[in-house]
């Protein structure tokens, strides 16, 4: 799996995965002009789309409701270093009998972003510039 960001200016970037583009900016109270959601909302996005991917899965493969399914995705600051330090993830399957909730919760709980943010993943950071100038 792999992303591109190029630089647009300002506070906005323009994403590339696959052959699909979105636009990253910042809201005007941080100097953006909020043309496209913030980084820390995307990683919500990311995380509820995943969970709700998997939630139909759960549901399509048991023949229930998937009708006004939703799924909202909260986060908190935390303490220096800057982050999100927690996360809540509410799934919302009004069609859906009682008996299905802990499964729903199980398939729920396999989200692959769910998972990455449950554990420690390493990262490596590269920077790369340009070569040195010989004299």
């Known amino acids: 799996m792999e992303t591109l960001v190029r630089y647009?200016?300002?506070t906005k970037?323009?994403?590339?995965?696959?052959?699909?583009?979105?636009i990253c900016d910042q809201p005007v109270?941080?100097?953006?002009?909020?043309?496209g959601?913030?980084?820390p909302e995307f990683l919500l996005v990311s995380l509820a789309t995943c969970a709700g991917y998997y939630a139909t899965q759960y549901l399509l493969t048991r023949a229930l409701s998937t009708e006004q399914l939703t799924v909202r995705v909260s986060a908190e600051k935390g303490a220096p270093p800057?982050?999100?330090?927690?996360?809540?993830?509410e799934v919302e399957a009004p069609h859906v009998d009682l008996?299905?909730?802990d499964g729903l919760l199980r398939a729920v709980k396999t989200c692959l972003i769910h998972n990455?943010?449950?554990h420690s993943a390493a990262i490596d950071l590269?920077?790369?510039t340009a070569a040195p100038v010989l004299a």
């Open 8 to 10: 647009l200016g300002n």
């Open 13 to 22: 970037f323009e994403a590339t995965t696959r052959r699909h583009k979105i």
């Open 29 to 35: 109270e941080n100097q953006g002009t909020d043309a």
């Open 37 to 39: 959601m913030s980084p």
């Open 82 to 89: 800057p982050r999100l330090a927690s996360f809540v993830i």
């Open 99 to 101: 008996k299905h909730r």
């Open 116 to 118: 990455t943010l449950s």
């Open 126 to 128: 590269h920077v790369h």
